[in-house]
């Protein structure tokens, strides 16, 4: 395994946003991870979800492509500052593997 923190230039190509905060890289089952995590206003975390998912889709793309991978996912773990989380949290979180 691979585990890339606060590092930018992953990828091959130059693409918008390249710097996800935490990428793990498991070469046997040939997969990817992408954490991002944010801290967002309780009335911001929608669509800051929905933004941490769809701004990495290049990345993933090239990420798959460099280290012939099959599956690379996006983990967006919002937290507002108030503690407040969305429905997809807890599943976020359970497929990263953290408690």
């Known amino acids: 395994m691979i585990l890339y923190w606060d590092r930018s230039g992953i990828t091959d190509k130059t693409v918008g946003v390249n710097k996800p905060d935490t990428v793990l890289i498991d070469r046997e089952y040939k997969a990817a991870f992408l954490m991002d995590i944010a801290i967002p206003l309780t009335h911001n975390i929608p669509k800051t979800e929905a933004e ?27 937290i507002s500052a108030e503690g407040v989380v969305t429905r997809n949290f807890p599943k976020y979180l359970e497929n990263t593997g953290l408690t």
Do not use: A, D, F
Request: no cysteine; glycine share 0%.
């Open 52 to 78: 941490k998912v769809t701004k990495y889709e290049n990345v993933v793309l090239e990420i798959e492509n460099i280290w012939k991978l099959n599956n690379v996912s996006v983990y967006p773990l919002v």
